[in-house]
């Protein structure tokens, strides 16, 4: 089988991508699903994307799972993943159908895709096995390790170095460059989906700017097709989306209109 990091586009950053090798990003398994399943990453796949973006948090005894949130909820009873090893949660993690950072590594290799993990909470040991477990499954070359908390960027970078890391902030106002340079990121990633027009904010003196120091830009989670083409005319990194088939079909057109 060939490796799954020969089938991607470069996971490190670039001063400008044609639409084919912008990194195409299903959030949370596309439609924010939060689907993992072989059947489920398979589609996802077929849909043209490139990685899959999962959150993960961490249990009591630095064990990851994914999942968005961490509380677990069921039958009127709520628990923080974090208060209590992996087994006393796993009764409730299964009858909601939460699996483990395993599993969808597991299922992301077998369709051929990368991994977009957005890391909501970690521990040292938790950052170290789930190294191990992208080593001993060849996925660290497929892989990017995001997060919005700026402390877990620069513990993923002491512990996994060689893995690409992206930064992600939701204000306008935010300063990327300082932001990157002080958690050693290798992309910015700003949240401007509730922004009108974000591939404008992104436009001119900001992104020549980011790109000028050296880092790469992602965006987070976009669907409106004229933005879409505005992101692609940019050349950024990565697109995050819940509709990957909308960013295959408007980079194939437009890389189509580039060769004529």
Known sequence: M??????????RRSVQRRPDEVLRIAHRGADASEKYGDADLAAVAAQGAHLVEFDVHVTGDDRLVACHDPVIRTNGHHSWLFDA????????????????????????????????????SLTARSAERLVELLES????????LASPRSDLIALCADVAPDIPRAVLF????????????AVSAT???????????????????????????????????EERPDVVEGLYALGVDGICTDTPA???????????????
Do not use: N
């Not at 939701?170 to 340079?181: D, N």
């Not at 900001?206 to 000028?212: D, E, G, N, Y």
């Open 2 to 11: 060939t490796p799954t990091s020969d089938r991607l586009p470069s996971l």
């Open 85 to 120: 090893p992996e087994s006393h949660h796993r009764r409730a993690l299964d009858e909601l159908g939460i699996p483990t950072v395993e599993d969808v590594v597991g299922a992301a290799k077998k369709a051929g895709l990368g991994l977009y993990i957005d890391v909501k």
């Open 137 to 144: 499954t060849e996925m660290t070359h497929s892989t990017v």
């Open 170 to 181: 939701g204000s306008t106002l935010e300063e990327p460059v300082q932001l990157a340079e």
């Open 187 to 221: 992309f910015v990633h700003p949240c401007w989906e509730a922004q009108p027009r974000p591939d404008h904010l992104l436009a001119g003196g900001w992104l020549k700017r980011v790109r000028s120091r050296g880092f790469g830009v992602i965006t987070w989670h």
């Open 246 to 260: 909308l960013l295959s079909s408007t980079a194939e057109r437009l890389h189509h209109d580039q060769t004529k």
